[in-house]
């Protein structure tokens, strides 16, 4: 199946000479939840941009849903909504006629049923003749999502979508764009809530100065990149390793109570097995074990350090 969104080469250099995009090549999927991870000035944002049709690429093409961003611009435009980060919409207006202007604008018919539909997904229903200046931080956002899907697009970007957003509204949030998801709607996420990406996406994006780093299965990069921890808590306390445990990558921890044992998901099974064997053999008696594993963020921080060190490295 054709990808809805094909990125070919794209780069983009502003005047002065600053490159912000260097050659990305990326296709996202239909139906799935794309989360594009990178730190500030990485490019996420001139990425979004360039797709949405906001910024023009200097190099490079970018099919949306088939249809070329810049020669079929009307079309490929047609096709994305966009929820930017900053919150930008008519204090002055009510949140029905923000959100029915916003489908006028891409010429779409007026459908008062769909617009309903859409307000009461987002649990606006009842704020419908509000002032936008009247909601919370929270619903403006909502009133932002609503007015990115009021032409019906098959794309949805989310420009750190739950930013300034307390816990409980961006769990809501969560939910309201898997069922967008489940609905055909294309998700491309960009957050700085690590633990969001984690909690939504399919496939992960690791963008750094400009350049993209990986582009991986959640699960299989978790997987893949991610470090075990196992926790042994002994029964009596070692002052020191004893040697034959040399060949495991273990550490004495808690005044020598503890033996930390780190490994890679790949050895899990028989690194496990072969420790405790090692350890039964030197007599060293354990009371408990705890085991822990690597979260998406410290995946994402170790790639992004790795990938500023091969930088720096190369001159």
Request: aromatic residues 6%.
């Amino acid at each position: 199946m054709q990808p809805i969104i094909s990125i070919q080469g794209v780069g983009k250099t502003y005047a002065g000479g600053f490159t912000a995009l260097k050659s990305v090549d990326l296709d996202i999927e239909r139906g799935e939840i794309f989360a594009l991870l990178g730190p500030n000035g990485a490019g996420k944002t001139t990425l979004i941009s360039i797709i949405c049709g906001i910024v023009n690429s200097s190099v490079g093409t970018v099919l949306a849903d088939g249809h070329d961003i810049q020669r079929e611009f009307r079309h490929a435009r047609s096709k994305i909504g966009l929820v930017p980060q900053e919150l930008s919409t008519d204090s002055f207006e009510s949140v029905w006629a923000t959100v029915n202007f916003s489908r006028g604008l891409f010429g779409k018919a007026p459908d008062p049923a769909y617009i309903e539909k859409i307000l009461r997904q987002l649990s606006l229903w009842e704020k419908r003749d509000s002032k936008i200046m009247a909601l919370s931080g929270g619903m403006k956002r909502r009133v932002m999502i609503a007015k990115a899907l009021s032409h019906e697009p098959k794309i949805l970007f989310l420009d750190e979508p739950t930013a300034g957003v307390d816990v409980e509204l961006r769990r809501d949030m969560w939910e309201m764009v898997r069922e967008l998801r489940e609905n055909g709607v294309t998700i491309i996420l960009t957050t700085h809530y690590i633990e969001e990406a984690e909690e939504m996406a399919d496939r992960i994006g690791v963008i750094n100065h400009g350049q993209l780093v990986l582009v991986e299965d959640k699960h299989t990069l978790m997987r893949k990149l991610g470090k075990k921890q196992l926790t042994v808590h002994l029964q009596n306390p070692l002052q020191t390793l004893p040697e034959a445990l040399a060949e495991f990558d273990l550490e004495l921890a808690d005044d020598g109570h503890q033996l930390i044992y780190t490994f890679d998901t790949q050895r899990e099974q028989t690194g496990i097995a072969e420790l405790l064997r090692s350890l039964n053999q030197q007599g060293v008696e354990f009371r408990d074990l705890h085991s822990s594993e690597s979260s998406l963020e410290e995946i994402f921080v170790n790639l992004v350090h790795q990938n500023q060190n091969e930088r720096l490295q190369a001159g």
